[in-house]
């Protein structure tokens, strides 16, 4: 049998079909358009994910058995707001995980509302990201559109909706809405209340690799395939990634350069990080994880490359860079503000350290070690927990460049594991498909079978140590520039 994967990220859907042996047959992308309409605002058009969505599945099975098409599940962006009426109509574009616009709506749910009870409530605290804050600043700023709310969802949900008529959401992205009780995998009744709404406006929660339902019939038809073909409710971005990357069961450790940067702890049994650095969250395998989110990873260098150096070129910009673990120049990573450790929407990215014999590699390094220092802050929290890891798997775009590879196994002291494929949310989406097929009987043994480790990145312990010292004067840098933001 063959099962899509769909990947719904922030500037594009990535689809991609594997069959039940774990083998990926073909991937298609799809990009669209990411409007900011004001200073801090991010958002998109749910309707362009569908047409995308549509478009790039079409081209993936155009040249297979497409009657061997047996589900389709999802990784999307996380903790984004679709709202639709009663009519099904989209009130407004979907605000994304990465706006910065509700920090007003952030610190009176920290500080007035209060972080032990959202703690209580959410195992979280409220963050600019969240999906709460969001309605919140609905509600003062729109609140004609927050009055025409039938139905709450968010992204990759939107595309289940569209693909099956299901009304539905998975528990791993669902926790990062601040909604969701995390400890017993069900809506908080108390953050409803605060937030004025019900649970009849919030879509019924699943287990990442269940069935939420079929294709169609009308879908199926414009697909070319079956209505038979079953709709898996599919995870966050994160936990998808996870899955492909086989960061599933207890102590396993995920590390994603994406567009955001993420080190992800899966574990078994549930648990809070009291400061509430790290997010506490539900996981795709049934289980759940700890993880640290920046904001800005991977787009930190891209955006540097092609904005700034206006190359796409990113190996020949990274081919001149030697002296590691003595750049003089730092970075710091917040282009779109910060979530973990700082949970600072106000945060801004900048460089410091610069000479006049700086060089163009030297700034270009500092955004990737800049951005790896970032990911260490939030180890650092792991590690104060009493977790004890090790090594790590990674994925994402930045996982392309050994330079960068070899930066994150010395500044975070850890071996880092190359693995197969590096596809993450949307081969995480095929193999939960697989599972909800009933292919597989669980989550850990499709990542058992699937995901194959083909290098390890050895961490150096001259090159830990240059980087320990530089690690030291990093983290000193936010705090003394903080009140500038």
Request: aromatic content about 8%; charged content about 25%; hydrophobic content about 40%.
């Amino acid at each position: 049998m063959l099962y899509i994967g769909v990947d719904l990220g922030t500037s594009a859907v990535k689809l991609l079909l594997m069959d039940g042996d774990g083998k990926i047959h073909k991937i298609v992308s799809k990009e669209y358009p990411l409007y900011f309409p004001h200073a801090g605002w991010s958002e998109q058009k749910p309707e362009d994910w569908f047409t995308q969505a549509m478009e790039g599945i079409k081209e993936l099975v155009s040249e297979c058995d497409r009657s061997q098409v047996a589900g389709i599940s999802f990784g999307g962006q996380m903790h984004g707001l679709v709202a639709l009426d009663k009519e099904d109509r989209v009130i407004r574009p979907a605000i994304l995980w990465n706006d910065g616009r509700t920090g007003a709506e952030t610190d009176y749910l920290n500080q007035e509302i209060g972080k032990d009870k959202l703690s209580r409530y959410t195992a979280n605290i409220a963050f600019a990201g969240f999906t709460a804050p969001k309605l919140f600043w609905m509600k003062k700023h729109e609140p004609q559109n927050f009055d025409r709310i039938s139905k709450i969802m968010l992204p990759k949900d939107y595309l289940a909706y569209c693909l099956s008529g299901s009304f539905c959401t998975d528990v791993s992205d669902a926790s990062g809405m601040l909604l969701m009780d995390v400890k017993n995998r069900r809506w908080s009744e108390e953050m409803l209340k605060i937030c004025g709404i019900t649970k009849e406006q919030l879509p019924k929660l699943y287990e990442s690799y269940e069935v939420v339902g079929v294709l169609k019939p009308e879908v199926a038809r414009k697909l070319g395939l079956s209505a038979k073909v079953k709709v898996i409710a599919g995870a966050g971005d994160n936990a998808a990634a996870a899955v492909g990357t086989g960061t599933v069961g207890d102590g396993m450790c995920n590390i994603s350069l994406g567009t955001s940067g993420t080190i992800f702890i899966s574990s078994k049994s549930f648990g809070v990080d009291e400061n509430n650095a790290l997010h506490s969250f539900a996981h795709a395998d049934g289980h759940y994880h700890l993880m640290g989110c920046m904001l800005s990873a991977a787009s930190c260098n891209k955006w540097w490359s092609e904005e700034i150096l206006k190359t796409k070129d990113f190996g020949a910009e990274q081919a001149k860079i030697a002296k590691l673990g003595e750049n003089q120049v730092f970075y710091l990573p917040y282009l779109m503000g910060e979530r973990s450790p700082h949970n600072n929407p106000d945060a801004r990215a900048m460089f410091i350290g610069m000479s006049m014999d700086t060089a163009r590699e030297d700034m270009t390094q500092a955004v990737l070690e800049g951005v790896t220092f970032g990911l260490r802050d939030s180890l650092e929290v792991a590690k104060s927990l009493g977790l004890q890891i090790e090594r790590t798997k990674i994925c994402g775009g930045g996982a392309k460049s050994s330079l960068w590879k070899k930066i994150l196994a010395n500044i975070m002291n850890l071996k880092v594991d190359v693995i197969e494929s590096e596809e993450g949310p949307a081969l995480g989406g095929a193999m939960l498909a697989a599972v909800g097929c009933k292919e597989y009987p669980d989550v850990e043994t499709i990542a058992g079978k699937v995901v194959k480790v083909v290098d390890t990145v050895e961490p150096e312990p001259e090159l830990v140590a240059k980087y320990e010292e530089r690690y030291q004067k990093f983290k000193k840098i936010y705090p003394a520039v903080k009140e500038l933001f």
